[in-house]
């Protein structure tokens, strides 16, 4: 396990997958990541990688070849090196492998960086493209923040804050998590010109994720109608972006996507899914998001 740590923030991450499974706030000693209990989702804040969601049939047609691939890719499943430590910095990196390339045949380093600066927790992604081809690839973050954050509120108390007074309209997922095609719009509350509110249910997320393809907003923010403690998630390099939780479950997924699931129908080669991205050879591609505790 490694740990980094400043005056405001106590920060752990595990080098299977790469995840992050603690943000301390120091001051108020709140513990603000789900905890993983393994009975409701066992997962803290897993890193997807080579994809982002579910592909059809549980595969990737790459050059008229298919490799099986799990859904969210397998990152979250692989062990990383730690290949720099420090008091407030880590890298974590996962190069290509004989069993990697089963499910992803290019030759690469996938690297994530953590970053602490005051109270704020810098992740980024960074792929190194080793190959003599194109990469094709997914990437995103999974994020699950404990809700409530003190004893004796409800998580009704919360609410999400959009940066940018905006219609909100989901993307229909199907059972089998893919999209179909339809479209809901969300109901929020506008308090003022410049802000909107996504109110915290428990059945919220009945339907599975919220997803947003078209939004405007590149910050949100976590905040209670009790007090002003807060944590916000900014992800400027990226387009989409996935709020989910179990239903009545005490957390919620804020989460920043380049890449997403397949939508019904036939499936397509890599390099025609939707938002795929591309590194060439020789390059390196890199995507950066904050974590912010106030």
Request: hydrophobic share 35%.
């Amino acid at each position: 396990m490694t740990t980094l740590e400043n005056d405001y923030l106590r920060v752990s991450i595990r080098p299977k997958g790469a995840e992050l499974t603690s943000i301390v706030h120091k001051p108020t000693d709140i513990e603000h990541l789900w905890q993983a209990d393994p009975s409701v989702w066992g997962w803290h804040a897993p890193n997807l990688f080579p994809v982002v969601g579910g592909c059809l049939n549980n595969q990737l047609l790459i050059d008229g070849k298919t490799y099986p691939i799990e859904r969210h890719g397998f990152a979250r499943q692989s062990l990383f090196d730690t290949t720099e430590s420090t008091t407030n910095h880590a890298i974590f990196s996962l190069r290509s492998s004989e069993e990697t390339r089963v499910h992803f045949p290019y030759t690469f380093e996938f690297q994530i960086l953590y970053e602490l600066d005051g109270p704020r927790l810098t992740i980024t992604y960074r792929l190194v493209n080793e190959d003599e081809q194109p990469i094709f690839f997914s990437v995103g973050a999974h994020p699950a923040f404990a809700v409530p954050f003190e004893s004796g509120e409800n998580y009704e108390d919360y609410f999400i804050e959009f940066e940018q007074v905006e219609p909100l309209e989901t993307h229909m997922l199907s059972s089998a998590g893919y999209f179909t095609g339809e479209t809901k719009p969300v109901p929020t509350v506008e308090v003022n010109t410049s802000e909107r509110r996504l109110a915290l249910t428990k059945h919220l997320f009945d339907d599975d994720a919220l997803v947003f393809k078209n939004l405007v907003a590149r910050r949100v923010t976590i905040r209670s109608d009790k007090h002003n403690h807060a944590l916000s998630v900014e992800y400027p390099a990226f387009p989409y972006l996935g709020v989910w939780a179990k239903p009545s479950a005490p957390f919620v997924c804020i989460e920043p996507w380049l890449g997403c699931a397949d939508s019904e129908g036939e499936p397509k080669p890599i390099q025609q899914k939707e938002a795929i991205q591309q590194v060439e050879p020789g390059r390196v591609f890199e995507a950066a998001f904050w974590i912010d505790v106030s």
